[in-house]
């Protein structure tokens, strides 16, 4: 099965961070159906595996498994090299493993703000990077999608009762706003083919959001997935910069 436009990517190979929950593992889910080789990145590499298990029979040959950190340079490189090494490099990169833990930041270990910063800014540079120099070296059309929020463009405020949990989680949002423009104008200035989309979703059903919140309206993982499906599916000159998605009667 092929979605409409993403014939051009048959047999193209898709990077997936975070992989193993939520939008990763759906979105891996319907590369793979679309017909592209998906290399999908986590820490957790069992999630993975009965990920793989879940495909249908003849669509599991086409889902690699790797684990990574993107935390951690090292290991994002080792994750990188093989791709480069076993399918001769990345035409996608869905930049989508993220981290949120709650507190406020004025009290908060500064450890796990350090985690949080490294796994939400820095590993969205450090894996695209490792894709810009592939696809620049093998002159090839290349998508890279990053995996923002709306609380990268705006925060709102807690629930009445309650305090603000979200501390640095919509600075590396914001930041990832700024990066995305950023690569825009790179990616044009070096003459590369290579789009870069952010999605910016409201609240999603995923692991991520703190059951406070599940009470209130909120997209599934499919509905995310479906949009960086439509965005990779544009023609060669359409770039999807920024796209937006909120469940109907979000309250924010």
Not at 238 to 249: D, I, R
């Amino acid at each position: 099965m092929t979605t409409t436009g993403m014939e051009r990517w048959q047999n193209r190979v898709a990077v997936v961070t975070g992989a193993s929950s939520g939008i990763g593992a759906t979105l891996t889910r319907q590369l793979v159906a679309s017909g592209m080789i998906v290399v999908a990145l986590a820490r957790r590499v069992p999630r993975l595996e009965e990920l793989r298990e879940q495909l249908p029979d003849d669509q599991r040959s086409r889902m690699r498994i790797r684990q990574c950190d993107v935390t951690s340079v090292e290991s994002v490189d080792s994750a990188f090299d093989w791709i480069e090494t076993e399918l001769g490099g990345a035409d996608i990169l869905i930049n989508n493993a993220g981290k949120l833990e709650g507190g406020q930041l004025a009290t908060m270990s500064l450890d796990t703000v350090q985690q949080i910063l490294q796994t939400n800014v820095m590993g969205v540079v450090s894996c695209t990077q490792r894709v810009f120099q592939s696809l620049r070296k093998r002159k090839t059309q290349g998508h890279v999608v990053i995996m923002n929020s709306i609380v990268g463009h705006y925060l709102f405020n807690p629930l009445p009762g309650s305090l603000q949990e979200l501390n640095i989680y919509p600075a590396t949002k914001h930041a990832l706003t700024a990066i995305t423009e950023l690569l825009r104008q790179e990616f044009r200035d070096f003459k590369t083919h290579i789009k870069v989309t952010s999605i910016s979703p409201g609240l999603v059903d995923t692991e991520m959001v703190p059951q406070s919140y599940k009470r209130l309206p909120l997209l599934q993982p499919e509905d995310v997935a479906n949009a960086i499906m439509y965005a990779l599916a544009t023609p060669p000159h359409v770039q999807v910069h920024e796209l937006t998605l909120k469940p109907m009667g979000e309250p924010f």
